[in-house]
């Protein structure tokens, strides 16, 4: 069983940073491949980014390639999502996940963990 929390969300103008924060209970949390999803008003929730439980290995969507950086630090049991360069399309909740499945996962059924979400606002 493993418990999410995010934090470091709020608003921010265009072109400027954030570090949203995911702190996970639990004492197998390197055994889990961490992510980010988000979901904006009126859309559907979609895949950010995934970290692998080593933290050797990333994978990202397009629209954030780039722009935003998913880490993961084993010892503090918390990931991490730097996102930089922010854009008025980047607003929503943000959502830390986790799956205990094998191989890359972009698929929200396919994660078994969500945290509350965190809320990103970013103005024009």
């Known amino acids: 069983q493993v418990q999410l929390v995010e934090s470091g969300g709020g608003l921010v103008q265009a072109g400027e940073s954030l570090r949203l924060s995911c702190a996970a209970s639990g004492r197998t949390f390197n055994s889990y491949t961490m992510g980010w999803f988000r979901q904006a008003p009126g859309k559907e929730r979609e895949f950010v980014a995934a970290?692998?439980?080593?933290?050797?290995?990333?994978i990202y969507a397009d629209s954030v390639k780039g722009r935003f950086t998913i880490s993961r630090d084993n010892a503090k049991n918390t990931v991490y999502l730097q996102m930089n360069s922010l854009k008025p399309e980047d607003t929503a909740v943000y959502y830390c996940t986790a799956t205990d499945k094998v191989g890359w996962r972009r698929l929200e059924g396919e994660y078994g963990y969500w945290g509350q979400g965190t809320q990103v606002t970013v103005s024009s």
């Open positions: 970290v692998a439980g080593s933290g050797g290995a990333t």
